[in-house]
């Protein structure tokens, strides 16, 4: 064999090593980065005008795409409290029975609340903190200095949970749309 043809060889050898290693890595990823439901997200996304990126990272974070997923007092894909999904019903202009568990249900009223935080806040960050955090938490640090220097936007979000919360939603928005875009 001569010395070309082996080198020729050991090349090949390793295009389909990194090949492998590059595909593994993609499908780990997507693994890792789940896309389900996406006609509703896509359908609700629309809907509120929010990216579907954003729905999906914000579902991965709160359920990992589990529609029977309960934290506390939440639930489903989204993570609704009754409450919510009560808010969301009557802004709706829904009067019969509806099952905020159902993962269509659950992303429409989880797309329109985020629309909504959206609207009063005026910022995606600002936002998602009240979504994990809640919204009397929000404005009671928008009007504190310790975290908003301008009422508006917050510099720190004093709690932690709500802070990696924020940051978690990010970072998988910022995958969503490297992976799908």
């Known amino acids: 064999m001569s010395k070309i ?12 090593a990194v090949l492998g290693i590059l595909g593994g890595y993609q ?6 980065y789940p896309v389900a439901y996406a006609d509703y997200i896509v359908k609700y996304s629309k809907a509120n005008d929010l990216d579907p990126f954003l729905v999906m990272a914000v579902i991965k974070v709160e359920s990992n795409f589990v529609p029977e997923a309960h934290s506390g007092v939440a639930g489903g894909l989204m993570q609704l409290t009754e409450e919510t999904a009560e808010w969301n019903a009557k802004e709706l202009g829904i009067t019969t029975e509806y099952d905020y ?14 629309r909504h935080l959206i609207d009063v806040y005026g910022n995606i960050d600002t ?12 404005y ?36 969503y749309k490297e992976m799908y875009q």
Not at 27 to 32: A, D, G, L, R
Not at 103 to 112: A, D, L, Q, S
């Open 27 to 32: 499908t780990s990823q997507k693994f890792k």
């Open 140 to 175: 009671s640090w928008l009007n504190d200095s310790r975290y908003s220097d301008d009422g508006v936007t917050l510099k720190y979000i004093p709690f932690s949970e709500t802070r990696n919360y924020v940051v978690k939603v990010n970072s998988s928005w910022e995958h």
């Open 101 to 114: 568990m159902d993962p269509e249900t659950n992303i429409r009223f989880g797309c329109h609340y985020l």
């Open 127 to 138: 936002a998602l903190a009240a979504y994990n955090g809640g919204m009397g938490n929000v």
């Open 5 to 16: 043809f082996k080198a020729f060889l050991v090349l090949l050898a390793i295009f389909v």
